[in-house]
């Protein structure tokens, strides 16, 4: 045990962090799709059978744990195949990733971005000075395509005229979430999954449920404007802020949508 110890070196202390970091990450992942009291089990399992087998060595337990375990990968992989895929997305297009991939064109880029997606915010500045309900959602086609095929097709141009039309009143579009593509309006009256997170305020309504349900489920930008207030929120990665202005809108999309 004294040799293991004066043994314990530098990249043992990098490898204990490496599994607390990856620990900790499964732990929020988990936290936010609802399958945190199922992880602890697991955790409390795998504690108990490394006791049984390592410290114990109880062998005929510790065989039949063994056997539990080695059928058990197989289970965790159909229990957890949403959340699993969840974490390999959120590996690869996590803004640290992202920016690690392409700090040496963001700086050329950044303003054309942000360019991009001003029509996006100064509709939504133009929609909440009218207290005009809004849902528009910012993603990738792959993760988002059922979501696109529940609504009507639009296929245009990021436009902020249109936009606003699109959500107005008495427009047979307005009911639902407008989709964003590849710089291009693909949808709109689409519908999205609702959240049952009991974290939202009590006076977010269907939209803002609806924008926290798909931020759970993908990496897609869901922004709101509230029919009652006003307020412009976004939503994203299971996460949301409020009170957006038109240029902090923008700033978001251009840091958090690629």
């Known amino acids: ?19 607390s970091l990856l620990l900790f990450y499964l732990y929020k992942l988990l936290k936010r799709t609802g399958s945190l009291n199922m992880f602890i089990g697991i955790l409390v399992f795998i504690l108990v059978w490394i006791v049984v087998s ?10 039949v744990m063994n056997k539990l375990v080695d059928v058990g990968v197989i289970a965790l992989i159909v229990l957890f195949a949403d959340d699993i895929r969840h974490f390999f997305r959120d590996i690869g297009t996590s803004t640290r990733t992202r ?25 939504c500045e133009s929609m909440s000075g009218r207290k005009e ?13 059922d979501v696109i095929a529940s609504g009507e097709e639009v296929n245009a141009n990021i436009n902020q005229r249109l936009i606003e039309n699109i959500f107005f009143k008495n427009s ?24 049952q997170s009991e974290e939202l305020p009590k006076e977010f ?13 993908t990496n897609a930008v869901a922004v709101v404007v509230s029919e009652e207030t006003g307020i412009i929120s976004v939503f994203h990665k299971g996460s949301f802020q ?17």
């Not at 070196?9 to 962090?17: A, S």
């Not at 309900?133 to 395509?145: K, N, T």
């Open 242 to 258: 409020r009170n957006m202005t038109a240029d902090g809108l923008t700033h978001f999309l251009s840091e958090n949508v690629r």
């Open 205 to 217: 309504g269907l939209r803002h449920r609806s924008a926290m349900g798909i931020a759970e489920k």
């Open 172 to 195: 047979p579009l307005h009911d639902g979430a407008m989709i964003i593509v590849n710089d291009r309006i693909e949808s709109a009256a689409c519908i999205l999954p609702l959240s």
């Open 99 to 123: 920016k690690l991939f392409h700090w040496l064109v963001r700086r050329r880029s950044g303003h054309g971005d942000a360019a991009k997606w001003e029509p996006v915010s100064k509709a």
């Open 54 to 63: 390592q410290v114990l060595k109880m062998q005929l337990l510790g065989a």
């Open 1 to 19: 045990m004294v040799d293991y110890f004066v043994s314990f070196g530098i990249k043992d202390i990098i490898d204990v962090l490496c599994v």
């Open 133 to 145: 309900g809004a849902l528009i959602v910012i993603g990738g086609s792959d993760e988002l395509h």
